[in-house]
C-alpha cells in the first residue's frame, strides 16, 4: 500500500509517514488518529470530548481538519446548508 496523501490544505496539521502507526494519518506532532476525530463526532460526542481525550490535539486542529472535510463533502454532493 502506497503513502496517504495528505491534502495540501492540511498539510501543517496531518501528516502520515510508514514508521509512525504503520501510516496511518496523524495530526502533525502527535500519535493521534485523524479518523479517532470522526469517529468521535459520528458517535455523536462533541469535538470537546474529543480535545478532552486527546490534549495534544488543539482545537484550532481539529475544526480545520472537520472544516475541510465539510468543504469537500459540498463540492462532491453540492448544497450550502450549514447546521
Do not use: C, N
Request: overall charge negative; hydrophobic content about 40%.
Amino acid at each position: 500500500m502506497g503513502m496517504k496523501q495528505i491534502p495540501h490544505e492540511l498539510e501543517s496539521i496531518l501528516i502520515a509517514t510508514p514508521d509512525t502507526l504503520h501510516g496511518a494519518v496523524r495530526f502533525k506532532g502527535t500519535r493521534v488518529f485523524a479518523q479517532s476525530l470522526f469517529d468521535y463526532v459520528l458517535k455523536g460526542k462533541p469535538v470537546e470530548v474529543f480535545l478532552d481525550h486527546f490534549p495534544d490535539v488543539s482545537r484550532d486542529q481539529a475544526e480545520a481538519v472537520i472544516q475541510w472535510e465539510q468543504s469537500r463533502l459540498r463540492q462532491d454532493f453540492g448544497g450550502t446548508a450549514s447546521l
